[in-house]
């Protein structure tokens, strides 16, 4: 029974892990069946690892110490890496959060099959190897190709030189990470130092996410504006996301729990549309930019049809709550038509009455 319980821990409790860090993906750009895909492709590295590294020591080409120290972590960060490099390329995917919380996905995979291995492997040690290795070895994983993942991300939304030079840097530092805790739990280190070496890499993925959420706030500020309907004042919440609650709270308030994840739905994927335009000047690939017009026009889409069932009155209570709570619809109004005579849509007809509606000059006294 107690490896039942085992094998259960050391399943549920690294799955858990990856669905809390789900949640600093405040935009929500980060796709649920992706990160499924990104856990069986971690498996799958896991199962390509072994049958690999022990052929090192077959072959003669390296001792099992120096597998465990120095040629595994190189191989298993270039197999997890492998569907983040496919993931990157695609149209669908946007910035460095993503890139971190599918890397987390792809190393708790493959510390999920890893973990298996150990405990049937052990079964008089079962719940001590799952607690050691869930709070220390699957944070390594995890933390390494999340590495790895937020580099190649960087990459994608950075067409320098720089690009190669951070996904350089990304694979070294995840392959140190991993090589660094393989020699320390080789040498006999104390338990609490791994779990506080996995604890680190948690904390380390943790400050790149909110790095990467900062880069994506300043390109939604830059990139989202009228051309997607979508209003300066609106714009400053989706860039200030982590109030969406605080914004949100009234709109239950006034019109029912039902129109909260309806209003949350447009804001995010404002959010969406912000990232990949400002994507689109990175993006030199001319299929890979209408792919990404396509994915625009489609959230355009979604949120007209999340606008007509929110409704037009509780829309227009969300663009005032949207206004800092205390400002009136009619400052709103005119808000927009200040803004409408820049020769956008619905500018044209304020422009021609000014045109046309000049002051007269005072006719001289004929008398």
Same mark, same amino acid.
Request: aromatic content about 10%; glycine content about 10%; some cysteine.
């Given at each position: 029974?107690?490896?039942?319980?085992?094998?259960?821990?050391?399943?549920?409790?690294?799955?858990?892990? *990856?669905?809390?860090? !789900?949640?600093?993906?405040?935009?929500?750009?980060?796709?649920?069946?992706?990160?499924?895909?990104?856990?069986?492709?971690?498996? @799958? &590295?896991?199962?390509?690892? &072994? $049958?690999? !590294?022990?052929?090192?020591?077959?072959?003669?080409?390296?001792?099992?110490? $120096?597998?465990? %120290?120095?040629?595994?972590?190189?191989?298993?960060?270039?197999?997890?890496? *492998?569907?983040?490099?496919?993931?990157?390329?695609?149209?669908?995917? !946007?910035?460095?959060?993503?890139?971190?919380?599918?890397?987390?996905?792809?190393?708790?995979?493959?510390?999920?099959? +890893? !973990?298996?291995?150990?405990?049937?492997?052990?079964?008089?040690?079962?719940?001590?190897?799952?607690?050691?290795?869930?709070?220390?070895? /699957?944070?390594?994983?995890?933390?390494?190709?999340? @590495?790895?993942?937020?580099?190649?991300?960087?990459?994608?939304?950075?067409?320098?030189?720089?690009?190669?030079?951070?996904?350089?840097?990304?694979?070294?530092?995840?392959?140190?990470?991993?090589?660094?805790? /393989?020699?320390?739990?080789?040498?006999?280190?104390?338990?609490?130092?791994?779990?506080?070496?996995?604890?680190?890499?948690?904390?380390?993925?943790?400050?790149?996410?909110?790095?990467?959420? /900062?880069?994506?706030?300043?390109?939604?500020?830059?990139?989202?504006?009228?051309?997607?309907?979508?209003? #300066?004042?609106?714009?400053?919440?989706?860039?200030?996301?982590?109030? @969406? %609650?605080?914004?949100?709270?009234?709109?239950?308030?006034?019109?029912?729990?039902?129109?909260?994840?309806?209003?949350?739905?447009?804001?995010?994927?404002?959010?969406?549309?912000?990232?990949?335009?400002?994507? @689109?000047?990175?993006?030199?690939?001319?299929?890979?930019?209408?792919?990404?017009?396509?994915?625009?026009?489609?959230?355009? #889409? +979604?949120?007209?049809?999340?606008?007509?069932?929110?409704?037009?009155?509780?829309?227009?209570?969300?663009?005032?709550?949207?206004?800092?709570?205390?400002?009136?619809?009619?400052? &709103?109004? /005119?808000? %927009?038509?200040?803004?409408?005579?820049?020769?956008?849509?619905?500018?044209?007809?304020?422009?021609?009455?000014? $045109?046309?509606?000049?002051?007269?000059?005072? $006719?001289?006294?004929?008398?």
């Amino acid at each position: 029974m107690m490896i039942y319980i085992a094998i259960g821990f050391a399943f549920v409790i690294p799955l858990l892990f *990856l669905f809390l860090l !789900n949640k600093f993906d405040l935009y929500g750009t980060g796709k649920f069946p992706v990160n499924i895909l990104t856990i069986l492709c971690g498996a @799958l &590295a896991y199962f390509l690892a &072994a $049958q690999i !590294n022990p052929a090192f020591i077959q072959a003669g080409w390296a001792t099992r110490d $120096q597998v465990v %120290r120095i040629t595994a972590p190189i191989l298993e960060e270039f197999l997890k890496a *492998l569907i983040l490099i496919y993931l990157v390329q695609r149209a669908d995917f !946007n910035y460095v959060v993503d890139g971190a919380i599918y890397g987390f996905g792809a190393g708790i995979g493959f510390a999920i099959i +890893e !973990n298996y291995e150990y405990i049937t492997g052990h079964p008089e040690l079962a719940m001590t190897i799952a607690v050691a290795r869930v709070f220390s070895t /699957n944070l390594i994983h995890a933390t390494a190709s999340g @590495l790895i993942g937020t580099a190649l991300a960087y990459r994608r939304g950075e067409s320098s030189w720089r690009g190669w030079v951070v996904v350089l840097l990304g694979y070294l530092i995840a392959m140190a990470f991993h090589m660094g805790f /393989n020699t320390m739990v080789s040498a006999g280190t104390f338990l609490v130092f791994a779990i506080i070496f996995g604890a680190v890499g948690v904390g380390l993925i943790w400050f790149v996410i909110k790095r990467g959420l /900062n880069i994506q706030k300043n390109w939604v500020g830059e990139k989202l504006g009228m051309g997607d309907r979508v209003t #300066k004042s609106e714009a400053t919440v989706v860039r200030n996301i982590e109030d @969406l %609650r605080e914004v949100l709270a009234p709109i239950e308030k006034q019109f029912g729990p039902a129109k909260v994840p309806i209003v949350e739905g447009i804001i995010r994927r404002q959010a969406e549309i912000g990232i990949k335009r400002k994507l @689109l000047d990175t993006t030199p690939s001319e299929s890979k930019r209408s792919e990404i017009e396509k994915i625009i026009d489609t959230l355009g #889409k +979604e949120m007209d049809v999340l606008r007509r069932q929110a409704g037009s009155y509780c829309m227009m209570f969300v663009r005032t709550v949207y206004l800092e709570h205390d400002v009136k619809i009619w400052d &709103a109004i /005119n808000s %927009r038509i200040a803004e409408s005579n820049t020769g956008q849509k619905g500018g044209g007809l304020y422009d021609r009455v000014t $045109q046309r509606i000049k002051p007269v000059p005072p $006719q001289e006294d004929k008398s």
